[in-house]
């Protein structure tokens, strides 16, 4: 069974190992989500973190950001690497053109759902070679514009993709995924959390919903002992951990 994080830092190692584990079991489109608002700001920080583990590939690895800017702005501040590293395209440059011969594994850092159909040409063109995506945004509701049939297509590519990691703090509880493992729900008990339950399937929206009143206050009269708990420290290191990955 999986241990529950006790930090950022046990967690972004959890889910570099669950990424490796899941390349080497044949999944070769996976997503690392850490559904935390502030890590998007640290996501050239943890994609040079995530880059260390994929060091044999030398320059066979290519990391892609959303835009040139953001690619620009990690070249200058992560100097001479060892592998690539470049953007998803713009309006001039189509996808296909950012991807050879010699590549033989991608990261995607950060991609958003504007930039769903770009990622799923990468994966088009990368064919059986592995694309990682680096805490996306792609399922981002706010995201308007499209037809129905546009939609389908995204939710059908999104579908394919395969969550190795995914860790999301909630109130009292916490969704955590790590591959190989199930998906679970963990509550907090006092200064700790502890697995409340395991599911086959991603708990999302209403069901996550009535799972979590569930397990949360099993005694709807007894409301004030939910709401009494202690809050565990595991996001009160966050700034400390993102700091030290950035020296």
Known sequence: MNKFPTSLEEAVTQAKEATLAALADGYNRVQVELVIPEITLQAQVLALEFATIFAEYGSGLKVMFPDSGAAALAKRDWGEVPFQVTDLGS?????????????????????????????????????DRPVVLLIPQLEDIAFVGIGYTARQMRERF?????????????????????????????????EEYQLAMELAHQPM???????????????????????????????????????????
């Not at 950012?98 to 033989?104: A, I, K, L, R």
């Not at 009292?172 to 509550?187: G, M």
Request: net charge negative; aromatic share 8%; with cysteine.
């Open 205 to 247: 929206g209403e069901d996550l919903e009535r799972l979590l009143m569930k397990l949360t206050n099993p005694n709807p009269e007894n409301k004030n002992e939910v709401a009494s708990r202690q809050k565990p420290s595991f996001l009160g290191n966050l700034q400390k951990f993102l700091r030290t990955l950035s020296q």
């Open 91 to 127: 309006r001039y440059t189509a996808v296909e053109t950012q991807v050879s011969e010699q590549d033989q594994i991608f990261i995607v850092v950060a991609p958003a759902a504007i930039e769903v159909e770009k990622v799923e040409k990468l994966c088009n063109v990368a064919e």
């Open 158 to 190: 999104i579908k394919s993709l395969y969550s190795c990691y995914y860790l999301r703090p909630l109130e009292e509880a916490a969704i955590l995924r790590c591959h190989p493992s199930s998906w679970q729900i963990w509550l907090e008990k006092e």
